[in-house]
Nanobody, 115 residues
Framework: QVQLVESGGGLVQPGGSLRLACAAS????????MGWYRQAPGRQRELVAF???????NYADSVKGRFTISRDNAKNTVYLQMSSLKPEDTAVYYC?????????WGQGTQVTVSS
């Protein structure tokens, strides 16, 4: 069964940076589209960014220019580099693996941006 394990969350001050990582196992990683989503309290889960198997990327308007998604197919890992963090970026961040109609989610990692 596919497993996705996120890491790298934590508490950071406004303007700071964090890098999230999502390690995938039991998956032919390089054929999957990988994404990061987030869910803040009282809000629906929303797309942050995704990267296709070919390396094309897409970002939510709210994070463009501040976040960068990347993947290392040799390590079966997708990353989300977050910079210039704002309090409104506070949420649980989830890793997603998608292939056609198949979706797999990680357990999530908390990111809190606060002074």
């Amino acid at each position: 069964q596919v497993q996705l394990v996120e890491s790298g969350g934590g508490l950071v001050q406004p303007g700071g940076s964090l890098r999230l990582a999502c390690a995938a196992s039991r998956i032919i990683f390089n054929i999957y589209q990988m994404g990061w989503y987030r869910q803040a309290p009282g809000r629906q889960r929303e797309l942050v960014a995704f990267i296709t198997s070919g390396g094309n990327t897409n970002y939510a308007d709210s994070v463009k220019g501040r976040f960068t998604i990347s993947r290392d197919n040799a390590k079966n890992t997708v990353y989300l580099q977050m910079s210039s963090l704002k309090p409104e970026d506070t949420a649980v961040y989830y890793c997603n693996a998608r292939l056609s109609t198949y979706d797999k989610w990680g357990q999530g990692t908390q990111v809190t941006v606060s002074s």
